[in-house]
């Protein structure tokens, strides 16, 4: 092992040592480097399993201020995987520093990917790829972990990923990734817990296929296959979610053929190889659109920058809906509410709808509107385990299946409230924000899957919120 010291910065050549010593430290650790046998190199906080961490939230201040849009967490997530399409070195600016992020670097790694995540900057060699394995270990923390399925098939005409784990909601089976890819001729077995892939004799061929329901996923995953089959592929239904055109774009950048980007129907040429390329990763419409509520429920002026505000459409309609004034100007979106927000109902729905994943948000800004509002999630319908711990608040909300109703104008308390998946825990800092009094976050690892430094930035426009470690879990 080889150690560097420079600054209270430290660069480790083992794996194993770096883990433990970072996890020692604590969760700001730097973790410099990382080479030995698995090849990955992180300039970024320690994500390791021993932090436990809470947020903790004061709320009564209203938000002011600039803060600048991370990248997309989903639109990352499915780029990484896309580069085992083509041996070379990848340059991903814009990355956003987090959990997922972290834990997908890893999985690569041991696939014998090279890593480096240096700020919002990730490097990714593909050039020595030693194994077509997914271990479970890896992808039971994160569902987009399967996506190395159909680039794994594509260029290397085998795969053995296992099923996959993520967020404590669902269901969100892999059916349609299977079905889709089977459909490129792959034979696919499932054992013991893991999909086993394999192309046909001369690889890959071209197809028609359509999804029954619109799935992101399963279009980038059979996508991804497609572009290196023989002959054309046809895609009917598919999602047309920003993170997929911008999937779909860096494809063609590599050199892949595809018409109907941005529309339902995809047509891909298949091609004999790709080409590594540098990427821009896109603007998280989430995050920015998590910003933008934070600001209307506190009552305050802030200005997002760095967002797409066309990719924002639904949820800038809903928030003026409300009572909010908002002005777009290119990449900034600035937000202005002084008002009390009238009860505004929404419907989720897939892109360019409401986004189910900021379904959760909406509930807790409804809980400072006047009136009873209806929110209704038609992509999962199961996804409001965020709701009885907002009732710890003092909210008043009733469940009908899919629809939460919310009686908002009612006074919230500060209590402890426990995440239970990354958007219920936006949910409840959003809600504590204008709770009376003192609140407690607990499991906020759920949170580091997608915002990055959220509690730093939200400090930043004047929120009372602080990181603490904690024995409560």
Excluded at 58 to 69: D, M, Q, S
Excluded at 118 to 146: C, G
Excluded at 294 to 305: F, L, N, S
Aim: glycine share 8%; hydrophobic share 40%.
């Amino acid at each position: 092992m080889r150690a560097v010291f420079s600054s209270g910065i430290f660069q480790y050549f083992c794996p194993t040592a770096c883990y433990c010593i970072a996890s020692l430290i604590g969760h700001n650790a730097l973790m410099l480097s990382v080479s030995c046998n698995v090849p990955y190199k992180y300039y970024s906080r320690d994500y390791s399993a021993a932090s436990v961490d809470k947020f903790v939230v004061v709320g009564g201040k209203p938000l002011h201020g600039r803060v600048k849009i991370s990248g997309a967490k989903n639109a990352a997530l499915a780029i990484m995987p896309a580069t085992l399409l083509a041996s070379g070195v990848y340059h991903l600016t814009n990355t956003p520093n987090l959990r997922d992020v972290w834990t997908l670097s890893r999985l690569l790694g041991t696939m014998g990917v090279h890593a480096e995540l240096n700020q919002n900057d990730l490097f990714l060699d593909t050039s020595n790829i030693t194994s077509f394995e997914a271990p479970y270990e890896h992808v039971k923390k994160m569902r987009a972990s399967f996506h190395v399925l159909g680039p794994l098939l594509g260029r290397f005409g085998q795969a053995k990923v296992s099923l996959p784990g993520g967020c404590a909601w669902g269901p969100r089976p892999v059916d349609l990734h299977l079905r889709g890819i089977e459909k490129l001729g792959a034979n696919i077995e499932v054992e013991g817990g893991y999909v086993i892939a394999k192309s046909p004799s001369g690889g890959l061929r071209g197809a028609r296929f359509h999804f029954d329901i619109s799935s992101v996923g399963a279009t980038e995953n059979v996508l991804m296959a497609a572009v290196l089959a023989k002959g054309t592929t046809l895609l009917s239904n598919a999602a047309i979610e920003p993170e997929v055109t911008a999937l779909a774009r860096m494809l063609v950048s590599m050199g892949a053929k595809i018409d109907g980007i941005g529309t339902t129907t995809l047509e891909i040429e298949g091609v004999h190889e790709l080409k590594p390329v540098n990427q821009e990763i896109i603007p998280d419409r989430i995050e920015a659109g998590t910003f933008l509520v934070a600001a209307a429920m506190t009552r305050g002026k802030v200005t997002i920058e760095r967002a797409n505000p066309y990719h924002l459409t639904a949820v800038i309609a809903k928030l003026e809906e409300s009572g909010c004034s908002i002005d777009v100007n290119g990449d900034t979106i600035t937000l202005i509410m002084e008002e009390t927000p009238k009860a505004t109902d929404i419907v989720t729905a897939p892109y360019p709808g409401f986004p189910t994943d900021l379904q959760a948000q909406w509930i807790a800004y409804m809980l400072t509107a006047e009136g009873t509002s209806s929110i209704t999630d038609t992509i999962y319908t199961d996804r409001f385990k965020h709701v009885p711990e907002l009732q710890r608040l003092g909210a008043e909300i009733e469940m009908a299946e899919n629809t939460a109703i919310v009686k908002g104008g009612k006074k919230l308390s500060g209590a402890t409230v426990m995440s239970t998946d990354l958007r219920a825990s936006a949910s409840l800092i959003l809600a504590a924000l204008v709770a009376e009094g003192r609140s407690d976050i607990l499991r906020v690892y759920h949170l580091d899957r997608g915002y990055e430094a959220i509690e730093k930035r939200l400090s930043a426009l004047g929120a009372h919120i602080r990181r603490e470690r904690t024995d409560e879990f």
